[in-house]
């Protein structure tokens, strides 16, 4: 952060010596302008202009990028000036690419078009019909615990941009590239022009290449992460950044492109673009191994040191204390690989604001606790990412004492020293550190799955949003994406016999697997979002771990308002070719206090369900006597609706939970759910909104009994 502050000054106080230079005459609105035909008009943009009519929109089509932006459309383009392309030039001399910075100085004819590709494309924003250009005011806003942000849209090298925000006001930097402050918003007919005083060039590097030139690096802050990170052979999963076999099938329409819904509620789902891969690694600074370590630099210290350490600590006794660094019995493996997960999560994706209870998305200032629950790579660990109004910040594995009482207000009462966890900094994505597919976040504590976390996580209710239990929804932008078009909102999943797009998940070839962001709906769901998975379902899942060996529920909470709600079998177990059924089926059409859209219409309940009411006593009653029939109300934590309403899940009658398994689990067991339609009637919807895994000692303690939240 330190580095990004000083690069923001120093790029300000160059723009403040050239003022006298700058085109002002930007500032007004060009309406009978398209963006091509602005550039072609001012001598700043002319390096710029002439790559634009070079550059073919791609391999095929012979539609250069000049003609593109003098089309019709929503563009955001990021143009930079002839000097800031001389910098770019002279950049790559500092670099060896070329011998001097010039264009006539490139070695070969596939090197020019590489760099020209890489500033046109990098530089452009298409919104296409349905979604505008980005003004800075309708740039994404930094959060309360970070600068940096991502642009929700891609460019046309389909990297997201990221947005940070300095101490000034007026100063915005997009991938560390200064905004001109007095040519930006320049309004066309199709799109916004910002003059750039540097080329914006996101690198095209993974993470192996990244952590590769750490371990060489004393100055990188990473070295020692980055060593333990090679020699537990993780380099070649950690290459990979986008799945080629999905890219071609479905740029040769093998796979189809949506998903037209004509029964029920009707509406069209859109088949996902790609399917990338991504990675967020929490690492331990140098800065913290010297200390671990003391006596030695960095690049001194060795991995018989790390382990030494480790070992010197009592971590993770059971493992091997031996070499062989790539089997996840290691000791050094299994230590890397819970700081890993299998998902790219930029610093306001951590956790997911959206509609619990107190949450503003306008000053989206933290407000009530937050948890994600991710499984890690390597052995199937949990890591629990938290944020709180008092927390100040992110962090993982924290376990404060909340004011979780049935008239409390779930805010955080105090936090004992042993369970703060570990605070989550800022990520350097500046240069060469923003890569393509993960994000490096540094921690100045130990991270290891210690018996005290995980005697802590099994204490707590676990809850997940089902969504976040797949990564490639997470590293394709389809949880809660920001994006509001139809393509973004209404998300197809293919079956297993189009392409297995979902690893954890097996779909049926009559299973039509839909999903909607749902942002702004008022729907009476967590965080917004459903899946509405249709057809003559059969769709098996791969559950999260859980913490320790133990006495479990496994929760299933629906929301059942809708009216095409199905009935399912459930089965569970650790044996996916054989499930065992779980109870009688579940009908999602069940109610609070009534079982809604019935052929016969609404039906009452006999659940036992009643309000609450002043008498808490009473309150408690009818919570057993729901548990008793293997249901709860709504949570309290969240909204039963969209953000900034009064009214809590658990007061509304159609947000319920169901209790669909209660067994012994083992950390070291990996469990499956399936479902399965009983009626035939494939307009019908299974529904999917958060589970819950309650150990016995949480649902069954006669002292503290389970809270309301």
Known sequence: MKKYLLSALAAMVLMVSCKEEIDTSARYVFKEETITSYLSKHDQYSEYFRLLNEEKVNEISGTTVSQLLSARGHYTVFAPTNEAIQEYLDSLVSDGVIPEASWDAFPNQHKLDSIRHIIVFNSIIDSGDDYNEYQINNLPSQTSTSSTVEIPLPNMNDRKLIVQYTDRTDSILINNCVVDVYNRDILCINGVIHAMHNVVSPSNDTMDYLLKKYTEDENSNYVVSAKIVEACGLFSDLSKWRDDDYEKLFKEGDIPVKNEETKGETATFHTVEHRYIGFTFFAETDEFWKQAIPGKEVMDITLEDVMNYLDGQGIYPEAKRDNNYESEDNLLNQFITYHLLPERLTPDKLVYHYNEMGYNTNKKTPTVPIMEFYTTMGKRRLLKIFESAESDGVYLNRFPNLDNERRGTYHELSCDADKEGISIGNPNMEGENNIRNAIIYPIDKLLWYSEETRSNLQKQRIRWSVPSMWPEFMNNDIRCSDITDE????????????????????????????????????????????????????????????????????????????????????????????????????????????????????????????????????????????????????????????????????????????????????????????FKTVMDDDSRFFYMDYMEYCAKEVYDNPENPEDIW
């Not at 962001?517 to 967590?526: D, E, I, S, V």
């Not at 496994?554 to 095409?564: H, K």
């Not at 089965?571 to 009534?594: C, E, F, H, T, V």
């Not at 859209?597 to 057993?624: C, F, L, M, P, Q």
């Open 487 to 674: 393509k973004h909102t209404n998300v197809y999943i293919p079956n297993d016999d189009q392409f297995k797009y979902l690893e954890d998940v097996d779909i049926s070839k009559d299973t039509r697997f839909n999903y909607w962001t749902g942002r702004h709906k008022g729907w009476q769901n967590m965080q917004g979002d459903e899946m509405t998975i249709r057809g003559i379902t059969d769709c098996t899942m791969r559950l999260p771990p859980v913490p320790r060996r133990g006495t479990y529920e496994l929760r299933f909470a629906i929301q059942s308002g809708g009216s095409q709600r199905g009935m399912v079998q459930f089965y569970w177990g650790s044996r996916k070719d054989r499930l065992a059924a779980m109870g009688i089926p579940m009908d999602l059409r069940q109610g609070a206090d009534n079982m809604l859209h019935t052929s016969t219409g609404n039906v009452a309940s006999d659940i036992g369900y009643e309000r609450d009411t002043n008498d808490d006593d009473y309150n408690a009653e009818v919570d057993k006597r729901l548990r008793n029939n293997g249901f709860m109300k709504g949570c309290a934590q969240y909204c039963a609706g969209g953000p900034g309403t009064e009214s809590s899940m658990r007061l509304s009658n159609i947000c319920i939970r169901r209790i669909i398994v209660r067994e012994t689990m083992d950390p070291d067991e990996t469990y499956y759910i399936r």
